[in-house]
């Protein structure tokens, strides 16, 4: 929750103005704005290498769900992406691994890409229950997908106690999660949809550890959280993850 849309306005242009030399074959870019920005932020990225996407969404079309905005409403003004089960969606506004798995359907069933987030709590890995979590939150927001419909969707892992707090999860426990969640699909479907599966990282990203992060071999992006925000950090982010990524 960040951003007027005067200050979303130009950080998009900040980030159209200095991305515009990364090919979309290195990496995707997505921004995700608040949604009273969406409208002028998908003007002004049109003819960009960037992609718009939205930090959540309703799973019903339309109704009487005051407050609530449906896909296709998102779809209209250009998303297409949409942002799934975020921690704070789960941790504050008691999101589900049921209500996710209903907005996921909705998302797909509109043609746009969905961005299921997963991961656990501090208590919870310290506890040891990480790998549990892990399972609960895939299986369950991920129920009754066809093997059609899994291909299309990103998994972020975020480890919520990374999140904000500028406790960066290891690049090898990063690995390890992510790991476990590959081969957890491959359980789920098989092998070729395990590794072509994309599994990003969510938890106080940075420029300084980016690089570590994407060469681990199945962190294959990043979900940005705070640094997004500042067009410089960013910026470097995209930057130096393209040059992994080549």
């Excluded at 975020?86 to 049921?98: C, V």
């Excluded at 919870?124 to 299309?152: C, P, W, Y």
């Excluded at 975020?158 to 992510?178: D, L, R, S, Y």
Aim: aromatic share 6%; with cysteine; hydrophobic share 40%.
């Amino acid at each position: 929750m960040y951003k007027t849309v005067v200050e979303a306005i130009e950080l998009a242009n900040g980030l159209k103005r200095t991305l515009f030399n990364i090919g979309s074959q290195e990496l995707d870019i997505v921004i995700c704005p608040a949604f009273t920005a969406l409208s002028e932020v998908s003007e002004v990225i049109a003819d960009s290498n960037i992609q718009l996407g939205a930090q959540d969404a309703h799973w019903q079309g339309e109704g009487a769900f005051t407050g609530e905005i449906s896909v296709s409403m998102l779809k209209d003004v250009g998303c297409q992406f949409v942002i799934i089960g975020h921690s704070e969606r789960r941790q504050y506004f008691g999101e589900t691994n049921e209500s996710v798995n209903k907005k996921l359907k909705a998302v797909l069933k509109e043609g746009l890409s969905p961005i299921v987030c997963v991961g656990e709590i501090l208590s919870e890995r310290e506890a040891g229950k990480t790998f549990g979590v892990l399972d609960n939150h895939i299986q369950n927001s991920l129920m009754d997908l066809s093997e059609q419909d899994i291909l299309k969707v990103i998994i972020a892992y975020e480890p919520v106690w990374a999140i904000g707090t500028g406790k960066t999860a290891t690049p090898q426990q990063a690995q390890e999660a992510q790991k476990y969640i590959r081969d957890l699909l491959e359980k789920m479907y098989n092998k070729d949809v395990a590794s072509n599966i994309r599994i990003q990282y969510g938890g106080s990203v940075k420029p300084e550890n980016i690089a570590q992060l994407l060469s681990q071999p199945d962190v294959d992006g990043a979900l940005v959280g705070g640094a997004s925000l500042e067009l410089a950090a960013f910026t470097e982010i995209v930057k130096r993850a393209s040059e992994v990524k080549k």
